[in-house]
Nanobody, 123 residues
């Protein structure tokens, strides 16, 4: 098993930046495909970004493409989400997830989840 803990959320003005971190413990992170998802009040949880086990392949939701960057550091057992040019519609709880399928965009493909970190973007 792997345990995931997100951090780095907070309140930021529109146009600003935040960097989310996901720290993993337990099994080595290189065993897993990793993803970031988000959920706003009253909405379904949605895919944001994914990175393959090797870190060589990434995938993004159209809504964040060009603004967000997912990266990983297996030596630190961590995955990051750099978020630039933030918009009020990016406000959500952001979750880190680990699974077995590289590039999966369905939350059902991920078996391990963190507790989430709140991101609030003010206009």
């Amino acid at each position: 098993q792997v345990q995931l803990v997100e951090s780095g959320g907070g309140l930021v003005q529109a146009g600003g930046s935040l960097r989310l971190s996901c720290a993993a413990s337990g099994r080595t992170l290189s065993r897993y495909a990793m993803g970031w998802f988000r959920q706003s009040p009253g909405k379904e949880r949605e895919f944001v970004a994914a990175i393959s086990r090797s870190g060589g392949t990434t995938k993004y939701a159209d809504s964040v493409k060009g603004r967000f960057t997912i990266s990983g550091d297996n030596s630190k057992s961590a995955v990051y989400l750099q978020m630039n040019s933030l918009k009020p519609e990016d406000t959500a709880v952001y979750y880190c997830a680990a699974g077995s399928i590289n590039g999966a965009i369905s939350d059902g493909s991920y078996g391990y989840w963190g507790q989430g970190t709140q991101v609030t973007v003010s206009s």
